[in-house]
């Protein structure tokens, strides 16, 4: 199966500082999810980007998959961005889930 | 309701209890999924459906037992379960299943399990 890493694993913030949060995988795919996990549990969908970048507010992400890594970028951080962030990408059947990178935002 | 939904939320169970997991997608997806996600560890798949037929086991113990009777509804039914099968479980669908087609998944909130 492809393998997922992310970094860095753990991230700690300074309420409106900005951050990048990176995720490298092992063979070509044709497509990237980037979550939010909430303390609860949820997983939001943050992006789906097979290549190129997008924008969503305050977030962006660009994946250049000729070079298989995309980057998950955090803009004046609040402190309801604290969560784990994962990447994931198609494997056969299943998405195949990096370990994350968990961000804490302080006031 | 919108979107993926799961219930309960929250389950307690004894080693020899049976429960069910359900989860409802709300969005016209024809491919729905289980995951677990355990602490500290990545989340691993458990099983695949597409238009109600199972495409994917990955490698299950059989005291998980799953169940998919139209597009729209999965359950996740259990029994002798075993402490280490505490965990996170999350459903999510996709319009259609993996492979040569892939699309976006989105996932529900997901049930706390808890075995005693």
């Known amino acids: 199966g492809i393998q997922v890493e992310q970094s860095p694993p753990d991230l700690i913030l300074q309420e409106g500082a900005n951050s990048t949060l990176r995720c490298n995988f092992s063979d070509s795919v044709n497509n990237l999810q980037w979550f939010h996990q909430n303390p609860w549990g949820q997983l939001i969908n943050l992006f789906y980007?097979?290549?190129g970048t997008k924008q969503n507010g305050r977030l962006s992400a660009t994946t250049v998959a000729t070079e298989r890594y995309s980057l998950l970028y955090i803009s004046s951080s609040q402190t309801t961005d604290s969560g784990v962030y994962f990447c994931?990408?198609?494997?056969?059947?299943?998405?195949?889930f990096g370990a994350g990178t968990t961000v804490t935002v302080r006031a | 309701e919108t979107g993926v939904t799961q219930t309960p939320r929250h389950l307690v169970m004894g080693m020899t209890n049976k429960k069910s997991l359900k989860c409802e997608q709300h969005l016209g997806h024809n491919a729905m999924y289980w995951y677990k996600q355990s602490a500290k560890k990545p989340l691993e798949l458990m099983f695949v459906?597409?238009?109600?037929?199972?495409?994917e086991n990955n490698s299950v113990p059989s005291r998980f037992s799953p169940e998919c009777p139209n597009s729209s509804h999965l359950f996740l039914h259990l029994h002798t379960l075993q402490p280490e099968d505490s965990a996170l479980y999350l459903c999510a669908s996709s319009q259609d299943p993996g492979g040569v087609s892939y699309n976006e998944q989105f996932f529900g909130p997901g049930t706390r399990l808890t075995v005693l």
């Open positions: 459906y597409s238009l109600e037929e199972r495409v």
């Open positions: 994931a990408v198609p494997d056969d059947y299943k998405l195949s």
């Open positions: 980007i097979p290549s």
